[in-house]
């Protein structure tokens, strides 16, 4: 039984194209995250939801749109894609906000050609 | 926010045990250790939580001293499969926190 899922794994694209990727988990959390890894392993927090609220923003650009349909749902559309986009992109749960544990999803990788 | 900084990357030897430090020097009293382990094309998953003193379960011990300005993960018996991202996160159960993976320390365990 998969906690954290993620579709598609792999997304290959041109530049310009608009792009979703899904998340749901079936842990019952109330928060879900997104996440961008760059070519440097460098992890960095994009989004997160609580109750289908946003709580966090970070300085994401415009075309990036979090859209949250229920607690189980976070959905990741990225509008008119550049190549900087090209990353793998995890989304994550936990029970709760803060430091509560998080579970990541197997992570999509995103290629802007 | 707690800013943490630890090891770029470490090598070690299957067999040895391997000790990762992390230095956060302004940590607030309310927030707590958390550490994460990334394998490649995966995304990570927690490994070890902890506050003060000493922390283990059955992957790791988390040593955190009495001033709490650093921790060190402490891998036992390291095996190629231990070959990873660890990261270290410093923080409160609270709704201001922000998750702070930045880019880990990247462990190889050579045969």
């Known amino acids: 039984d998969t906690a954290v899922s993620q579709t598609p794994k792999y997304l290959v694209t041109q530049m310009g194209n608009d792009k979703s990727i899904k998340c749901e988990q079936n842990l019952g959390h109330d928060t879900m995250y997104w996440y961008k890894q760059d070519s440097k392993k460098f992890l960095k927090i994009m989004f997160s939801y609580n109750n289908k609220e946003l709580i966090i923003n970070e300085t994401v650009p415009n075309r990036f749109s979090p859209k949250s349909p229920d607690k189980a749902h976070l959905n990741l559309h990225i509008n008119s894609l550049e190549l900087g986009d090209s990353a793998v992109y995890f989304c994550?749960?936990?029970?709760?906000?803060?430091?509560?544990?998080?579970?990541f999803g197997p992570g999509t990788r995103l290629t802007v050609l | 926010l707690a800013k943490t900084t630890q090891p770029i990357s470490m090598d070690s030897y299957e067999g040895q045990e391997v000790n990762i430090t992390c230095s956060h020097n302004?940590?607030?009293?309310?927030?707590?250790i958390t550490w994460y382990q990334q394998f490649p094309s995966q995304g990570p998953r927690f490994i070890i939580q902890g506050y003060k003193t000493k922390v283990t379960n059955e992957v790791a011990s988390l040593f955190i001293p009495a001033d709490r300005k650093s921790s060190t993960l402490s891998l036992p018996r390291v095996s190629l499969s231990d070959t990873a991202v660890y990261y270290c996160?410093?923080?409160?159960?609270?709704?201001?926190?922000?998750?702070?993976f930045g880019r880990g320390t990247s462990l190889i365990v050579h045969p």
């Open positions: 994550a749960s936990s029970q709760r906000e803060g430091m509560d544990t998080q579970y």
């Open positions: 302004n940590i607030a009293t309310n927030d707590y």
């Open positions: 996160l410093v923080g409160e159960g609270g709704g201001s926190y922000i998750p702070t």
